[in-house]
């Protein structure tokens, strides 16, 4: 359960997304809304390197980008996975201007037939949209956060930036309720990248409430090794950091190791047990 966590917040170095040299144009990151501030028709957030849209009825649409590049005055950001998505994006005196191209459109026919939508800044996101979707969609840009420093740097640098993305209170450390929202905001992502909608996305935030408990408690007493409630970058990385020096000795003798795998078999019952109440 552990190592599916840290798979799913995208933070395994080997996960990583590679590093745009462009991304989404700061002044385009942000919240954005379509209609009235006061109740709003959708929602658009630009991250660094992805754009998910939110409606009261529609499917969510989280578009990850692993390229970004200049067409013909839009930005073009072109999506993962077998489809690879695109979303044409370009700031205009209205706001935010965006629009989604046919995918048999060729790169230098863009944008194509494809119908523009404009997005306005609000002075505030609506309180029913911030309780709805705030943990998501900052746990979308933890992750990016995560995923930069973990294809860039060291393990040790890795474990920092996760301890750094989820420290609320900081005391960089990250206690169970600060896990259980790391936890609860990556089901909102992984909900929103399979095209839920808004009802769908507030129950898996909901079952992500009482995993993130669970996986809370199972990361603290698997590798709280100061037994101060909290885990530490150093805890985190202890032995992705520490197994080059674990050099052994030339001492003893081998011991037997039959007994070992009922053991390891005892351990992930109970684990599996506490998971399934």
């Known amino acids: 359960m552990m190592k599916k966590t840290l798979l799913a917040?995208?933070?395994?170095?080997s996960?990583?997304?590679?590093?745009?040299?462009?991304?989404?144009?700061?002044?385009?990151?942000?919240?954005?809304?379509?209609g009235d501030c006061a109740d709003p028709q959708a929602m658009l957030v630009m991250t660094g390197r992805a754009a998910v849209r939110v409606e009261s009825e529609a499917p969510a649409r989280l578009v990850r980008f692993r390229d970004t590049?200049?067409?013909?005055?839009?930005?073009?950001?072109?999506?993962?996975?077998?489809?690879?998505?695109?979303?044409?994006?370009?700031g205009v005196a209205e706001g935010l201007e965006t629009a989604e191209p046919d995918p048999k459109t060729r790169d230098d026919r863009?944008?194509?037939?494809?119908?523009a939508s404009v997005w306005r800044r609000c002075p505030a996101p609506p309180a029913l949209?911030?309780?709805?979707?705030?943990?998501?969609?900052?746990?979308?840009?933890?992750?990016?956060?995560?995923?930069?420093?973990?294809?860039?740097?060291?393990?040790?640098?890795?474990?920092?930036?996760?301890?750094r993305q989820g420290d609320v209170s900081g005391d960089a450390l990250l206690s169970?309720?600060?896990?259980?929202?790391?936890?609860?905001?990556?089901?909102?992502?992984?909900?929103?990248?399979?095209?839920a909608t808004q009802d769908v996305l507030l129950g898996a935030t909901a079952?992500?409430?009482?995993?993130?408990?669970?996986?809370?408690?199972?990361?603290?007493?698997?590798?709280?090794?100061?037994?101060?409630?909290?885990?530490?970058?150093?805890?985190?990385?202890?032995?992705?950091?520490?197994?080059?020096r674990a050099t052994g000795t030339a001492e003893g003798a081998p011991l037997r190791t039959d007994g070992l795998a009922e053991?390891?078999?005892?351990?992930?019952?109970?684990?599996?047990?506490?998971?399934n109440r």
């Open 110 to 115: 863009l944008p194509g037939d494809a119908r």
């Open 9 to 13: 917040c995208g933070l395994a170095a």
């Open 69 to 90: 590049r200049e067409a013909g005055g839009w930005t073009l950001g072109t999506g993962t996975g077998a489809e690879a998505p695109r979303l044409l994006f370009r």
């Open 129 to 163: 949209l911030a309780g709805l979707h705030g943990e998501g969609v900052a746990a979308l840009a933890a992750i990016e956060h995560v995923e930069a420093a973990c294809a860039a740097g060291t393990p040790a640098a890795c474990a920092d930036a996760i301890v």
């Open 207 to 244: 079952a992500g409430t009482l995993a993130g408990v669970l996986t809370a408690r199972l990361l603290i007493e698997s590798m709280d090794y100061d037994g101060d409630g909290k885990l530490s970058a150093r805890e985190l990385a202890l032995d992705a950091t520490g197994f080059a």
């Open 176 to 195: 169970a309720a600060e896990l259980a929202r790391l936890t609860r905001g990556i089901a909102w992502v992984v909900a929103a990248q399979e095209g």
């Open 263 to 275: 053991g390891a078999g005892m351990l992930r019952g109970l684990i599996d047990g506490l998971m």
């Open 15 to 34: 996960l990583a997304a590679p590093a745009l040299a462009q991304g989404v144009p700061e002044p385009l990151r942000g919240a954005w809304f379509a």
